[in-house]
Every structure is written in C-alpha cells, then in structure tokens.
C-alpha cells in the first residue's frame, strides 16, 4: 500500500498490526454490515499515521472493497492518508492531529454509562503521541468518570521522528505515570496475538476503572531493515526495499501456515 | 435588560427537557456560562470537565458519534483559540453535532484585561469548513439561537458577551429569526448599519441621533456570520448609498468582512466602512470605557454616517 502510495507511514503501522489484528478479528463485536449499530464496540485509532494497518484490517472484514487498499492517498478515491469518519465505513474518528483520540474515545465511553449500553470501546495511542498535553487531560478525565467501558493500547514501540522517545521527551515510567493517573496497567508483548487477546478479556472484569494495555512493540516489525529504525517513521520503502520487504513477509507468512 | 448568560443557561434547561439527548459540557466555568442551571436539572447529563478545554471539546465530539447534542461551553477565548485544533478536527472535519456556546466575547469582559477579551473568534470559526458562526444580539434572541442549534445538525458556533444587554425582541418575533436570515430592525434608505452582538444596540442608538439630522439609516441585525445572509448584504447595497458594519470583534475576519468579501464580489460599489476593533489588543476598563476608546460606540457609526452623506 504504501509502496503504492509512495507515502505513508511504514514504521508505526507495522508496529500496531498485531493489536488491530487482535481486536478486529478476535475480540470486538461489531459488524462490517451494519458500521454504525449502537451496540457495537468501537475502536478509535488515535495514532492515525498507523491508517494503513487500520484500512487493511476494516477491508479484511468487509467494511469495504479490498482493492481499496491499492488506492492509498490517491485523488478520488476514499482512502485518505489518515482516518476520516464521514467517508469510510468503520471509521470511528477522524484522526491524524495527535492527541485527541482519548478524549474522542472518553466522550464514547460516557455515551455508553449515560446509554447504559455494553459495548466497549478501544483506543490506540502512539508513545510518542503520550507527549501531548490532551492525553493526561483525557487519562485523567477517564479516571474521573471510572469509565471501566474504556481500554487504552499504548503502542511502546520506543521511537518517534526525531528520535528514540527517552531523548525526545522523557516517557519512563509509562507503568507508573498511567497507574498514578488512577488507571488499571497491564503490559503485553504487543506482537503477541495470544497475549494481547487475554489482556483484553482480562480488562473486561475491571471495574471503575479505564484500563491501558501497554504493547511493547517494535517499530517497523516484520521487515529486518524497518524495524527499529527510525528513518522509516514517514517515509515509504523504494522498488529494492519493498521487494525485499515483500519477501520476508512472504516467508514470515509461509513459516506461520506451516505451523498450523 | 436582561443577560444573554442566563437565557443560554434557561434554554438548555427547558431544551434539555424536551430533548433527552442534550448533554452541556463546560470547563470550570458553569457558574458564568450559566450551565450550572442544566447542571442542577439534569446533572447526569452535565459533565464538569476541569480546566481542560482541549480535552472537553474532544470528548463532546465522541459524545456525538453516539448520537448525543453535546453543548460545550466556556469563555469564548478558551472556546475557540486555545482549542482550534480540537474544534477542527473533531468537529468541523468530522461533521460532528458539537454545539460550542461561549460567553465573555469581546471587549466588554473589560477589567479582566486583553487576555481574556476575544476578538477573533468570530473569524477563527468562519475559516473553518462546515461551521456555522453566530453571535446573538439579546437574550431573547439567544434563547432562539440556542434553540436552533439544538435542533439543526452539524458543527455549531455561537458566542454572547458578558454583560446585560437590552431586550430588542419580543417573544412574538422570534420564529422569525432563522439560521443565516438576517433581521431588519429598522429600515432606511440613506445607509445601513450592519451589526451584531452587542453592537446592534449601538447601532440602533446610531439610527436615532442619525434620524434627528435628518439621515435615514436602515439597521440589520445579522446575528449569523456564516453563513452569511449575501442576499441582504446585496438588496442594501443596491438600495442605500453606504454601509457600515459594527462588531464587538476584529476588523478582520468576521462580519465586517464577511460583508465586504459579498460587495466586493458583486462589484457594489458602494460606500463601506468596518468597525470594530482594529489590529490591536485592548486593555483593562469598563466595557463602557473601552467602547468609546475603541471606537465601537453610536458617535462612530454616526461620525461616518454623516461623512458618506456628505461626500459624493
């Protein structure tokens, strides 16, 4: 997609695909024919560079044409470079300007006490994203309110542009500046589907209180030469590098069908 | 008079009981806002959401995806500026039924001092796509704004001042009063006078002492910015000599150029002058006092009445 689009963001979306993954096909309950059923849970992608991983994931359960996806951020078609809510289906924000989409997601959960509806809703937020001044507005907001119905995915992947996220601007200790913020912590390997899957069933039995699952992920998984590193935050692979990509995921692929 | 604050807060407590999907944010500030009354009546429909502008606009945007009329208030300063990108995005972008009402617009906060006297609101949010901007001119004319935007979909913006305002409405006029309809209070056939907000009662006063030299000025009330009512900017141009507009607000960016933009476009061709005010930041003072140093006060709008008369 994003060799396609000749931009994108490779790194951040790689490092979320196990998540998206675990929520869209294994955990949500919500239903590509009907995107807006009240009842449904909702996932908000408040990282919206990761849009990529997202499309892929909403065409895979037949939110929209699969071929879509080759349509990437071009002019006239549907995909744009980051999520927008009132053109594609199964968008729940529209989202790309760091920061919002915990509170977006806050404002969900409060719909659904005041509602007294079941569903729950899901937000991803970037690590680096966590610089901005909104997240602990809304983190300390969703505690307020003892929104139980609200889980947060904190993609750990370490990185941001200018840098390792220790030197940008100090995030340590994640663990501990949630759980000050009155906030139920766990921590996953975020590229583990089995332990992701049983964080998000744990979270459900939580009461009065929102809940963050940090995915300790690596930026740029699954490519040898993405992965951690940082130049390819915004930037997509040339001809070389998406062959080469291509085939390590092609064999990635082919070793894990073996296993079944 | 009456203040425009407390029909805000009266409307949402009598809206809120004929539609139960009305949810009123605001940012520890409900006792000016006046949404502590909804707050009282309903609070489980009222969230208090601390000085946390971002957060609360945000937050109103979810609430609308689940079908809620969320009203988010505070001052207009913090309402706009600070959250622009908030509003932007998570409103204006996403088509959400945000309703954002603030008060404290303008200068006439007054002793509070510039920084927390708002003259761009106007034009921040008529630059932003799909927002409707209004600003209206007394507290009957509120209620009905308010009762508009809770009962109009998309993104919302409007915005009263501090102080009490006299009441130009009678309760039979204002079915009237329409989303993007601008209200001729007084009709003229020398100049007319475009204002809102506040400044309609000035230029009321205007039209008086202008009526006693002999000076017909028609007064608009045009109590929405965007979208703006073009075919009565256009039938004034063509039918009175000069206009003026007057706005508790910059020069630049909100009705007065919202107007000028209209008769430029259309090759009016006809006598214009905005006031406001101008590109600078005011001071400390009773609204009164600002007023007239400012230039935003009936003496001004007549001063420039009687130089586009006299001039050919």
Redesign the interface.
């Known amino acids: 997609m994003l060799y396609r689009a000749k931009s994108g963001h490779p790194g951040g979306s790689l490092s979320a695909v196990e998540a998206i993954v675990a929520l869209y096909f294994h955990h949500m309950k919500h239903n590509p024919k009907n995107p807006k059923d009240p009842n449904r849970d909702r996932f908000v992608l408040s990282k919206g560079h990761a849009a990529p991983t997202l499309y892929a994931a909403l065409a895979e359960c037949g939110y929209f044409n699969v071929n879509e996806l080759l349509h990437l951020r071009e002019i006239n078609r549907m995909l744009q470079g980051h999520p927008v809510c009132t053109s594609i289906p199964g968008v729940e924000a529209s989202t790309g300007s760091l920061g919002h989409g915990l509170s977006f997601a806050n404002g969900i959960a409060l719909a659904g006490k005041l509602d007294k509806k079941n569903y729950h809703v899901y937000v991803m937020v970037g690590d680096g994203e966590t610089d901005e001044g909104q997240i602990w507005e809304a983190a300390a907001s969703a505690s307020h309110y003892k929104l139980d119905n609200l889980t947060g995915l904190l993609d750990r992947n370490f990185l941001q542009i200018d840098g390792k996220t220790e030197d940008v601007l100090r995030l340590e200790s994640v663990r501990e500046r949630w759980t000050s913020f009155g906030w139920n912590v766990l921590e996953v390997d975020g590229h583990n589907i089995a332990e992701i899957i049983d964080a998000l069933l744990a979270v459900n039995d939580e009461k009065n209180k929102p809940s963050m699952i940090i995915l300790n992920t690596v930026k740029g998984k699954g490519v040898s030469f993405m992965e951690n590193n940082i130049d390819f935050h915004g930037v997509p692979p040339n001809e070389m590098e998406y062959k080469l990509a291509m085939k390590e995921l092609d064999t990635a692929e082919r070793a894990l069908e073996a296993t079944f | 008079m009456a203040n425009p604050r407390d029909a805000y807060g009266e409307a949402l407590v009598e809206l809120g009981g004929k539609y139960p999907t009305i949810?009123v944010l605001d940012a520890d500030l409900s006792k000016s806002t006046k949404t502590i009354l909804f707050a009282k009546k309903y609070p489980?429909?009222f969230?208090e959401?601390?000085i946390?502008e971002?957060?609360m606009?945000?937050?109103?945007?979810?609430?609308?995806?689940?079908?809620?009329i969320?009203f988010a208030s505070t001052f207009a300063v913090f309402a706009t500026g600070r959250v622009y990108?908030?509003i932007?995005?998570?409103v204006a972008?996403?088509?959400a039924n945000v309703k954002i009402f603030a008060t404290h617009g303008g200068i006439s906060v007054g002793k509070d001092g510039a920084s927390h006297q708002m003259i761009e609101d106007l034009a921040l949010m008529r630059a932003l796509p799909y927002m409707t901007v209004c600003a209206p001119s007394d507290a009957a004319q509120t209620r009905r704004i308010v009762e508009l935007m809770a009962t109009t979909e998309g993104p919302m913006y409007a915005r009263v001042g501090r102080a009490n305002a006299p009441v130009l409405y009678k309760k039979e006029d204002l079915e009237e009063i329409l989303i993007g309809k601008g209200v001729m209070l007084k009709d003229g056939s020398d100049i007319t006078i475009f204002a809102c907000g506040t400044m309609v009662d000035q230029a009321l006063d205007a039209q008086e002492q202008l009526l006693k030299e002999g000076i017909a000025a028609g007064v608009v009330d045009m109590h929405t910015i965007k979208p703006l009512d073009e075919h009565m900017v256009l039938h004034c141009a063509r039918h009175t000599k000069g206009i003026i507009t007057i706005e508790e607000h910059s020069i630049i960016g909100g009705l007065g150029s919202a107007v000028a933009e209209v008769l430029a476009e259309h090759r009016c061709g006809v006598k214009f002058k905005r006031l406001g005010v101008q590109d600078m930041f005011c001071e400390s003072g009773e609204p009164e006092e600002l007023f007239e140093k400012y230039g935003l006060s009936a003496a001004v709008i007549v001063d420039i009445a009687q130089k586009f008369i006299k001039s050919k």
Not at chain 2, 57 to 64: C, E, F, Q, R, V
């Open positions: 949810v489980e429909r969230f959401m601390g946390a971002a957060n606009i945000s937050t109103a945007a979810g609430l609308a995806s689940c079908g809620k969320p990108d908030q932007r995005m998570d972008y996403s088509e």
